[in-house]
């Protein structure tokens, strides 16, 4: 297809007339019931930004359509037999006259299924199931049901899809109760009311005005619209590494004076669908960057935060798998084919050989097939938090960084001193800080983690929690960028409704903190962006290196090193030695003459920094005695709902007489067919903690660095073996323990080199920084010997 001008518009928007500049068509006719692929690929080695889109003839309607930043176009969707197709290319900017086209039609059987027989659909249903203690959590991971990230220290919330997954469960002895009896009907329901808010409201309260969920095709067109609108403050980007199916993945940049990279900035990153049917954290991410542009030009606390900062937004980590879940059909039934509820990407090398046939939106295996991409970061990666199993939703791939949707952000943070780093997600009203395990022990970080965590948090209306607390996860991608860079990041959980609710509460509602958001009247999500940004700005949050340097000369930080993965479990339960996986960090400073200020992430990455602790500042507390009072209770299965319990009042003391960094409730029965299920609540009657496992024959229940005062053990009895000769639980008691210290690992220095205007090598120094710390390198360039034994003094 050719065209002598530019287009300049929205190519999927509609037919444009043959005689328009920048368009070139052809009408095409459905050789199937199937799918179309229409591509585009550049022409005569020549590059330009072509966009393409397919559209029904007969009505005009938008099929297809793919609007990234270069030529080459991937435009996919179902089709009829004999529909009349018109195919159009518009060349929206460069030199390229000419592109190549390729169509091809492919008939799939009903469902992609390998019979052509369609699956008979199965109900799904949401249920919270109980994990009191953390081998409940690892039990029910272990089971390869499909967990989501809502849940709390008692409890997890799980899709159910199939009657096949029901059995797990019930087998696996986890109690449950139903929260959502009917996905398909809520999934429904919920696309009808997109529908409603779309076409009865002109403008949301959003940045963009938005008003319903985007296409792929949209996110690409409106992110490279922002920068031709804002060339001097936003640039589009297209990340190293294609997607399996061969589509770019694009992200912007906003700054002042943008395209100099190297001005020493921080780096504040916001990404969002590393799981693809997670559209609210693509729709926060996209937003943000209006909000940002927006801002700029009208108030004034967000340009000046802009001007101190440069930020980096990928809207959609996970291209293949977003555009199947998005023009799937609505079902909500997580049947093998709803392709909708797709979570992982497209990968098929590690299926088994009879699932590798077939393109991802219809394949023998359906949604199941493909990577978690946040379970494929090295980090702990090959540990539990992650599924060794290829049809998991958690299934971490074949090795650390396997997958281009990795590689991508590996690329992006490695290369950019990346101070803040914010992933989203759906769903569960949480801000999740590292560590995603909980053995590993939280960082020497973890106050300015938390402190920043809880911020955003009192913004939103979410729970603040170190990732472990909801359940352990294993290669995620701030527990990598985090530990490997020092970088601050978290994850969010965007509301509790469900992966894709309806377009007014799980976007509008959640960005803007107006109801029924938990932020409403805090100022929601934006204003938690808007803490991040802060804290990228902030000095105090992140190390600066000083000097001088002359004019046009380069200042280069580098860094190799190699960090071990978890052991790495197997299917059939045993484990393998850890892999060391290398990874090297290069960000550079170009100078514009003289004194300069470099933002900069520590020296000394995390994961040998050392852990968090304190000393102990007495003895632990002696061990109490837990009365059991008189009598047994009657066997209650709905407690809190049903109050009959016993209860057994004790106190915590503190300093000076003790400090106490545990305590742990522990009581004992005899027969583990007897079920009691203990809770701790302290004076205000808060829960604080408990322990109601099944099948044992003991609870312990365990608080870390309590507060002193008065609580109260309740005992339930959940169920007997034999009501007429009850099994009561003997005399319990309440054990202490002191604080663990924090440990402290070696420091680790940057290696600073300086090049001069025609690359050579003039200046190098190692350079140690911590948090907070600003490092004067002096004369880098020019007297760097001396300065560095200067410093060594």
């Known amino acids: ?76 969707s179902f089709v009829k037999k004999n529909q009349q197709l018109i195919v159009q290319a518009c060349r929206y900017s460069g030199s390229a006259r000419a592109v190549t086209v390729g169509l091809d039609f492919l008939a799939l059987t009903p469902q992609g299924t390998p019979t052509g027989v369609a699956e008979q659909p199965q109900r799904a249903e949401v249920v919270r199931v109980e994990t009191p203690e953390r081998t409940d959590k690892s039990k029910l991971l272990a089971l390869g049901l499909d967990v989501t990230e809502k849940g709390d220290e008692t409890g997890i919330e799980v899709v159910l899809a199939d009657d096949a997954d029901r059995k797990t469960l019930r087998d696996s002895g986890l109690r449950s109760t139903v929260i959502n009896p009917d996905l398909s009907t809520t999934s429904r329901e919920d696309a009808a009311k997109d529908r409603e808010y779309a076409a009865t409201t002109q403008t949301s309260g959003l940045p963009s005005g938005r008003t319903s969920y985007r296409h792929l095709y949209e996110y690409e067109f409106e992110l490279k619209e922002l920068a031709r609108k804002n060339p001097k403050l936003v640039k589009a980007f297209t990340l190293n590494h294609p997607s399996i199916e061969g589509r770019d993945v694009l992200g912007v940049e906003i700054a002042t004076d943008v395209a100099n990279i ?28 209006y909000e940002l542009v927006n801002g700029y030009q009208n108030d004034p606390a967000i340009k000046s935060l802009v001007g101190k900062t440069r930020n980096i937004i990928v809207p959609i980590v996970n291209v293949d798998g977003f555009s199947i879940s998005r023009e799937a059909e609505p079902k909500g039934d997580f049947s093998r084919f709803d ?10 090398d590690d299926s088994p050989s009879q699932f590798r046939t077939g393109i991802c939106k219809a394949n023998p295996a359906g949604r199941e097939r493909g990577i978690d991409p946040n379970r494929n970061y090295p980090t702990f990666w090959g540990g539990n938090g992650a599924s060794p199993n290829w049809n998991s939703d958690t299934f971490r791939g074949s090795g650390p960084f396997s997958e281009p949707e990795t590689r991508n952000i590996r690329d992006l943070v490695s290369k950019r001193q990346v101070t803040n780093l914010v992933t989203l ?143 790495v479990l197997q299917p059939d339960g045993s484990t393998k030695p850890p892999i060391y996986v290398t990874d090297t960090l290069d960000s550079t400073f170009s100078s514009t003459g003289g004194r300069f200020a470099w933002s900069v992430n520590p020296s000394t990455r995390p994961y040998v920094a050392g852990r968090y602790g304190r000393e102990p500042q007495g003895p632990p507390q002696a061990s109490v005695p837990l009365a059991n009072p008189a009598g047994v209770p009657a066997e209650n299965t709905q407690y809190p709902g049903n109050p009959v319990s016993e209860s057994m009042p004790f106190t915590v003391k503190g300093l000076p007489e003790v400090d106490n960094g545990r305590f742990e409730v522990v009581v004992q029965w005899a027969n583990t067919d007897t079920d009691w299920d203990l809770y701790v609540y302290n004076a205000a009657g808060e829960l604080v903690t408990s322990s109601a496992a099944g099948g044992t024959n003991s609870e312990r229940a365990t608080l870390f660095d309590p507060p002193p005062g008065n609580y109260t053990a309740v005992m339930v009895n959940y169920d007997q073996v034999d009501p007429a000769n009850p099994d009561d639980w003997g005399n319990g008691r309440i054990e202490f323990a002191s604080p663990i210290p924090p440990t402290y690992g070696t420091r680790e220095a940057y290696t600073l080199t300086c090049t001069n205007r025609i690359g050579r090598l003039v200046g190098i120094a190692d350079v140690y920084a911590d948090r907070g710390q600003t490092v004067d390198v002096g004369e880098v360039c020019t007297n760097s010997a001396r300065a560095n034994k200067q410093r060594r003094r």
């Open 1 to 76: 297809m050719r065209a002598d001008g530019s287009a300049g518009q929205a190519c999927y928007e509609s037919v444009q007339s043959r005689r328009a500049q920048g368009i070139d068509q052809r009408e095409v006719t459905s050789t199937v019931d199937g799918l179309i692929q229409a591509r585009l690929a550049p022409r005569d080695g020549a590059e330009g930004d072509w966009d393409i889109a397919v559209f029904d003839k007969a009505t005009g309607k938008v099929v297809a359509a793919s609007s990234a930043l270069r030529s080459r176009e991937l435009a996919e």
């Open 262 to 289: 190297a001005d020493g900035k921080p780096v504040n990153v916001t990404m969002g669908v590393h799981h693809a049917r997670e559209w609210p954290a693509s729709e926060h991410a996209i937003e943000w960057a």
């Open 339 to 348: 392709y909708e509820m797709k979570r992982k990407n497209c990968k098929a």
């Open 425 to 567: 997600h759906t769903y569960g009203n949480l801000i999740l800080r590292p560590p995603g395990v909980a053995a590993t022990r939280a960082p020497l970080d973890e106050p300015v983690l938390k402190a920043l965590g809880d911020k955003m948090a009192s913004r939103n209306g979410y729970r603040s929690i170190p990732s472990w607390g909801l359940y352990d996860t294993t290669g995620t991608t701030e527990d990598w960028s985090f530990w490997s860079t020092g970088g601050l990041g978290y994850t969010f959980e965007i509301n509790t409704a469900g992966f894709h609710p309806t377009y007014q509460n799980a976007v509008v509602a959640e960005y803007t903190g107006t109801a029924p958001a938990a932020g409403a009247g805090k100022g929601g999500n934006r204003a938690a962006f808007l803490d991040m940004l802060g804290s990228a700005a902030d000095p105090a949050a992140h190390a600066t290196l000083i000097g001088s340097a002359p004019r046009g000369y380069e200042l280069k930080l580098h860094k190799t090193f190699q960090t071990p993965t978890s052991p």
